[in-house]
């Protein structure tokens, strides 16, 4: 990615190093899902929406070094201050004015309009204060236990954190919130991957801009296309317990995952990305 140098946001308010409450061990995450309804490592985390993690511990303390830290953290800010150049100009074209999400960067755990957040939940999104968390120790989850790790992936991760925003925006993630409060389990985590394959897409729109911007420079789609694969529920279910569960996806399968952030990189369209059809 050439991502030095440009723009970087100042939607980002920087918890790391504050006492969030995160701290010790937390419960490991069977099948490696967070559900978009429900309580998970003892708190109230309903309406959280994101990315699974392998972790099974938080930390105070970081997991990088300073250099690195330091380069995902400017990574961070200038993938999301191109989200919102991108997401700006798409809402104009329909008379809409774009309100950019804040990115919170936080160690450990931190407290959110939806609870306590952890960093072994992976990044999220709350729709309870608009706002996508991500502890940037998250890349060494890529690393080490998705084997996924790259510039282009994390931006992907960021990128579906903010195509949670955008469904926010556009009034879907309530309405599914809702829906799945009136929904047997099965039932909702079918609407639950329904909600995650299409922020995916919606990650894929970002990044057919970001392709035409030379931000992706050849390989980034590849490399997104494998972290996409790598939080796919068949696949993490697998790894962690040697069998799979479809009833139980609330992300979707590797295959599902991968096809619908093709269709946004391919269409760089929001109308194609109906996973509710």
Not at 5 to 34: C, F, M
Not at 160 to 176: A, D, F, T
């Amino acid at each position: 990615m050439d991502w030095q140098g440009r723009r970087q946001s100042s939607n980002v308010e920087d918890r790391r190093g504050a006492s969030g409450g995160g701290g010790g061990k937390t419960p490991g995450i069977l099948g490696i899902i967070v559900l978009l309804v429900g309580a998970y490592y003892g708190v109230d985390l309903s309406g959280i929406v994101g990315t699974p993690s392998l972790g099974t511990s938080v930390s105070q303390q970081s997991t990088l070094d300073p250099q690195q830290e330091n380069q995902l953290n400017e990574l961070a800010r200038v993938v999301l201050a191109d989200t919102e150049a991108t997401w700006s100009e798409y809402f104009a074209r329909d008379g809409r004015q774009y309100t950019p999400t804040t990115m919170v960067l936080y160690t450990g755990g931190t407290q959110t309009a939806c609870g306590m957040g952890q960093a072994a939940m992976g990044p999220f999104y709350c729709p309870g204060d608009r706002k996508v968390y991500l502890d940037l120790s998250f890349y060494e989850d890529m690393r080490t236990k998705l084997k996924s790790a790259s510039d282009a992936a994390f931006a992907y991760v960021i990128a579906h954190e903010v195509g949670h925003h955008i469904q926010n925006l556009l009034g879907i993630l309530p309405k599914v919130n809702q829906m799945q409060q009136r929904a047997s389990k099965s039932e909702a985590n079918a609407l639950s991957v329904k909600l995650e394959l299409q922020a995916d897409c919606f990650a894929g729109v970002w990044g057919h801009f970001a392709v035409g911007k030379k931000l992706f420079e050849a390989g980034d789609i590849e490399k997104a296309m494998l972290a996409a694969e790598s939080v796919g529920d068949d696949r993490l279910q697998h790894e962690a317990q040697g069998y799979v569960v479809p009833d139980s996806f609330t992300h979707g399968s590797s295959a599902d995952r991968m096809k619908w952030l093709q269709t946004g990189l391919q269409s760089g369209d929001i109308n194609q990305c109906n996973t509710f059809r």
